[in-house]
């Protein structure tokens, strides 16, 4: 079975996250938490609430930070 996906680096997925307008307060300690535990655990399990499509796009409601989503997922995570 072919991979359907590309591995893309920390700071790829970082890029690809501000091209979305995600704010980072603190860019290595993001690269940290990301290799720790996955940009698709954080990413695509609590973006929703934070996340507006249009048009087959997805881009960040204004000054919403990495930083929030990682602090939901991880009080997900402690209950």
């Keep these: 079975m072919d991979n359907m996906y590309n591995y893309t680096t920390t700071d790829q997925q970082i890029q690809k996250l501000k091209s979305q307008l995600l704010i980072f307060e603190n860019e290595n300690l993001a690269k940290q938490i990301l290799q720790t535990y996955g940009y698709y655990n954080i990413i695509n ?6 996340i507006i499509r249009e048009y087959g796009t ?12 990682f602090a939901l997922f991880s009080l997900d995570h402690e209950i």
Excluded: A, L
């Design 45 to 50: 399990g609590y973006r929703d609430p934070y």
């Design 58 to 69: 997805k881009k960040y409601s204004s000054d919403v930070t990495f930083e929030q989503i």
